[in-house]
């Protein structure tokens, strides 16, 4: 009996602590008309942005912590190495981001890779992105499919970045396109 009880509570200890090492929990998210799916972080809400990015969740604590999927058009058939390289699309990417702002943007790409997940080939994008509200680190996930290039950023405040940045990079690393 003794053995037992033993036995029962060293599974219900490494279950525990197995939860707690896994840090935030994640939810899903599929959008089966312009297919793709990610996951975010469990009490994130969505969030309606008029003629902005085709999905928004963000933090209901901080709403400035966000992940988003912008869909756009990719002319001639393009694959994503025609469009360039990961350190040429996400340079190209962040002077996107700071020419459609009026305001002091400083955004540098820090990191750049590719990878291929069956055949699809994504790349995958680190930013750190001086703002004036403050100072983001943004990643973010490019593919394309059937003539759209998707992106799905993940943005969190600098300050909260080493908390958070587990959980971003699993979100970010679920985003697929189907």
Request: aromatic content about 10%; hydrophobic content about 40%; overall charge negative.
């Amino acid at each position: 009996m003794l053995k037992r009880f033993a036995a029962l509570l060293l599974v219900v200890i490494t279950l525990g602590l197995q939860s707690c090492a896994a840090g935030t929990s994640l939810q899903s998210y599929n959008d089966s008309y312009e297919g793709y799916e990610f996951k975010y972080p469990t009490g994130w809400v969505a969030a309606e942005v008029p003629g902005g990015p085709d999905v928004v969740f963000h933090d209901i604590i901080n709403a400035s912590e966000n992940v988003s999927v912008v869909i756009s058009p990719v002319s001639g058939g393009k694959t994503l190495p025609d469009i360039g390289t990961p350190s040429e699309v996400g340079y190209k990417l962040s002077k996107s981001i700071t020419s459609q702002s009026t305001d002091d943007r400083n955004v540098e790409l820090v990191n750049a890779q590719s990878f291929e997940a069956g055949d699809k080939l994504y790349y995958i994008l680190e930013y750190i992105a001086n703002l004036p509200s403050g100072t983001r680190h943004d990643l973010a996930s490019v593919i394309v499919r059937r003539g759209q290039l998707y992106t799905f950023n993940a943005s969190i405040s600098e300050f909260r970045w080493e908390k958070l940045k587990d959980t971003v990079k699993q979100t970010v690393a679920s985003f697929s396109v189907y």
